[in-house]
């Protein structure tokens, strides 16, 4: 494993101690990695908190690991690491017990969508809630990805409906939440890959976590580099072992 949280330049300042921290996982993602994250940066900025950019990375076999560091390395708010096999949910998890903030908030380097951050952290900070999901199924959602994923999404909350007790509608994707409030959580977390988020948020709702949904615009920079049939067999292999993880072992 290797780490390039403290691999920084001389030169670079440490970052102050974030209010927020953002979680990426990235993968792959060499095209948009560098324009994604110095907007993103630059809209953090603007906005005014504190804030740390984690990129959790693993597996990449294009030049996302040396622009990662390269960004890391000029950036002081741009954290970045790099944990071996391709692994989404490893990633995410790993990147939020690195997280520093009062808030964190998981995000997607296809999407980085400050929209959702602002109203986000405006419900966290104003609300009762302690982790809100970017649900895009809920009304007033628009989901401009293509129908066969739209309606996978839909196929797959059905399946945790059906499966878990899952109340809510949506899993993946945008989400943010009170650190402190999600930590227990998440250690509690048993499977990894794409189920992760889901296991995450459906252990919050049964472990009375107060959650609301709010709805997103998803309107990704490029399609994913995994093709949705190819991902199939895995997820429904994974929502078994999240079947075992929380309906047996509890
Ligand atoms: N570290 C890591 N990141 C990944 C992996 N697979 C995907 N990602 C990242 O996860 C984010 C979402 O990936 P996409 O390829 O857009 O997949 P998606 O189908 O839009 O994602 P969902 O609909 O949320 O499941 C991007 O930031 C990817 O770089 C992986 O194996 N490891
Ligand atoms: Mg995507």
Redesign the pocket.
């Known amino acids: 494993m290797s780490d390039h949280d403290s691999g920084r330049s001389p030169e670079s300042e440490p970052a102050p101690h974030p209010r927020l921290s953002v979680v990426?996982?990235?993968?792959?993602?060499e095209k948009i990695l560098h324009a994604a994250v110095t907007d993103l940066r630059d809209q953090l900025t603007e906005f005014g908190w504190p804030f740390e950019i984690i990129l959790?990375?693993?597996?990449s076999r294009d030049g996302t690991v040396p622009l990662a560091r390269a960004l890391s390395e000029k950036y002081p708010e741009v954290r970045f690491f790099s944990?071996g096999e391709?692994?989404?949910g490893k990633?995410?998890r790993e990147g939020i017990f690195r997280a520093r903030g009062e808030f964190v908030m998981c995000d997607?380097?296809?999407l980085c969508q400050m929209d959702f951050y602002r109203r986000a952290l405006d419900v966290l900070t104003s609300d009762e809630s302690d982790l809100v999901i970017g649900s895009k199924v809920l009304e007033g959602a628009s989901d401009e990805?293509p129908m066969v994923?739209h309606a996978a999404?839909l196929f797959f909350n059905g399946l945790l409906r059906l499966t878990l007790g899952f109340k809510g509608t949506d899993t993946?994707?945008l989400k943010a939440f009170r650190r402190t409030a999600l930590l227990d959580v998440v250690r509690a977390c048993l499977v990894d890959k794409?189920v992760f988020?889901s296991e995450l948020v459906i252990r919050a709702e049964r472990g009375g976590v107060r959650i609301r949904e709010i709805p997103v615009r998803i309107l990704?920079k490029r399609p994913?580099?995994?093709n949705?049939f190819k991902?199939v067999p895995n997820v429904l292999k994974n929502v078994g072992k999240l079947f075992v993880a929380i309906r047996i072992k509890g």
């Open positions: 990426i996982p990235v993968y792959n993602e959790a990375e693993n597996g944990l391709p692994n989404y990633a995410l997607e380097i296809d990805r994923r999404t993946h994707g794409d988020a990704e994913p580099s995994i949705l991902r």
